[in-house]
């Protein structure tokens, strides 16, 4: 019984801190809003006694500049000369990643690093701290643009006007984009809104501009000869171009999100 007990004692004594290390950090969400990164942190447990994990507690940096910070009161057990894997996941928001970078507006990737501290609750040692640090990169996404390109008269009588409207959907990011279910609203010249839509999906490269060609007609009876005399004039027409849509990518992890446009200007009249 004395031996045995000496023995116990021994386990309990002889006690080491974990050693950690970051797997992996992957990217498990992706939109044109945010993106979520998850660390998969490994725990080993050298000892010969089991150990808690009570907390832990991360700060991400963007260009050596802390952005994201957080903690969590965690409970895990790691038994005796094992290992588990902890995942921790950190969102970042681009709007306020531009908003504080500015330069990352040019860029189509940044730097980040990965800090967090782990407690853990051992025999003797009591609560102690451990260290852990990984670094990558992410991409950085960027809004597109949806803009009005041309406004045509492909025919025009007393009684209506067949017109087409031409867009300009941009695409900033180094990836291709999916564009689903546009629908516009367009007012000219503060008259009646004509309102279109887009059922087909369009794909626009990286890096590039698609435009898109929507024809439809217009009845003077409903719109007003207001809208006829706007229409045969030459003066430029001062337009706002207000809609939705929703934005994907053929990367694996992106996902759809919905995307409003709002965009004023001025365009001329084509004949």
């Not at 996404?141 to 949806?146: G, L």
């Amino acid at each position: 019984m004395f031996i045995h007990s000496c023995a116990q004692l021994g386990e309990f004594t002889d006690v080491s801190k974990p050693s950690l290390s970051v797997v992996d950090m992957n990217i498990t969400g992706l939109t044109l809003q945010d993106i979520e990164l998850t660390a998969d942190v490994k725990i080993d447990n050298p000892n010969n006694v089991k150990m808690d994990l009570s907390s832990y507690s991360y700060a991400l940096d963007i260009n050596e500049k802390n952005f994201v910070t957080g903690n969590e009161q965690r409970g895990m057990t790691i038994n005796a000369k094992k290992s588990s894997v902890i995942q921790v996941p950190v969102t970042l928001t681009f709007s306020e990643l531009l908003q504080t970078f500015q330069s990352m507006r040019d860029q189509d990737e940044s730097d980040y690093s990965f800090a967090a501290e782990f407690g853990f609750d051992l025999p003797v040692l009591g609560t102690v701290t451990v260290p852990v640090e990984y670094a990558g990169k992410i991409p950085v996404v960027k809004q597109p643009s949806i803009s009005l390109s041309n406004f045509s008269i492909q025919n025009l009588s007393l009684s209506g006007a067949d017109l087409l409207v031409e867009l300009n959907v941009q695409n900033p990011n180094a990836f291709r984009l999916i564009v689903d279910e546009l629908n516009f609203d367009l007012e000219v010249n503060g008259l009646r809104s004509f309102s279109g839509n887009i059922s087909d999906q369009i794909l626009i490269d990286r890096k590039s501009t698609q435009t898109v060609k929507l024809p439809f007609n217009i009845s003077f009876l409903n719109a007003g000869m207001a809208a006829y005399h706007l229409l045969n004039s030459d003066e430029e027409l001062e337009y706002k171009l207000t809609g939705s849509t929703l934005i994907g990518s053929d990367l694996p992890y992106f996902k759809r999100s919905t995307f409003n446009f709002d965009k004023i200007g001025s365009v001329d009249i084509l004949k």
